[in-house]
């Protein structure tokens, strides 16, 4: 069953700590992304990744970082930088720019620090 | 960077009305993204357009390039319809989408 897979899907952490939010996909997609969700927000753009080895930042990416070894693995770290970091975070991979791609998403995770 | 609106915000509908949901942009792009969230938070993929008209099942998606508009219509409505619906359109500069704030729809028996 091709996907993508968000772990954990409920995350807690204490003020302060940086956490590592993973996403692995086997669609086979060039592209990744990082969205956040918050309450009556649309989604908006933390990070993405056109391809392996690059990443780029999106709308909100102050207090995030990513990395982009695999082609499979896109995980984002919230770093204690980011000030508000309770939300639900959403992967999601396309075979090629979202100009002419579908998306297709994760789960999600949702973070709550305490 | 291309701003979306949706409306309306919420719509409570009766099982089996015909429900249209509403989405313009700002800035001309090459394709229209619907998706659909579920409660648990999960989001799908239910169209991609960059003209014309889509049609899966009971949904149906239209798109107005030149007045940069795009709606979403539900036919035969069901409870199981019940979801957040979701319009994006690619966010021009970067690669990625830009999203509306959601419908959130409730079909009742």
């Known amino acids: 069953d091709g996907g993508i897979t968000q772990s954990p899907k409920y995350l807690f952490r204490k003020e302060g700590q940086n956490v590592t939010l993973s996403c692995e996909q086997n669609?086979?997609?060039?592209?990744m992304y990082w969205y956040r969700q918050d309450p009556g927000q649309g989604l908006r753009l933390i990070y993405y990744?056109?391809?392996?080895?690059?990443?780029q930042k999106g709308d909100i990416a102050e207090g995030y970082s990513v990395s982009r070894e695999k082609k499979e693995s896109f995980p984002l770290t919230v770093t204690s930088a980011q000030k508000n970091p309770t939300a639900f975070y959403l992967c999601?991979?396309?075979?090629?720019?979202?100009?002419?791609?579908?998306?297709?998403f994760g789960p999600g995770t949702r973070l709550t620090v305490l | 960077k291309n701003e979306v609106e949706q409306s309306p915000q919420n719509l409570t509908a009766q099982e089996g009305e015909f429900i249209t949901i509403n989405c313009s942009y700002s800035?001309?792009?090459?394709?229209l993204h619907w998706l659909q969230q579920h409660p648990g938070g999960g989001i799908v993929s239910l169209f991609m357009?960059?003209?014309g008209k889509k049609k899966h099942g009971r949904l149906i998606a239209t798109i107005n390039i030149q007045e940069k508009h795009s709606s979403l219509h539900i036919t035969a409505s069901h409870p199981r319809d019940s979801a957040v619906y979701i319009c994006?359109?690619?966010?021009?500069?970067?690669?990625?989408?830009?999203f509306g704030k959601g419908t959130h729809l409730i079909i009742q028996p």
């Open positions: 999601a991979s396309s075979a090629g720019p979202s100009s002419y791609n579908e998306q297709f």
């Open positions: 669609l086979n997609h060039d592209a």
């Open positions: 990744s056109q391809i392996v080895n690059d990443f």
């Open positions: 800035v001309g792009i090459s394709a």
């Open positions: 357009l960059s003209s």
């Open positions: 994006a359109v690619p966010g021009g500069g970067a690669d990625g989408l830009t």
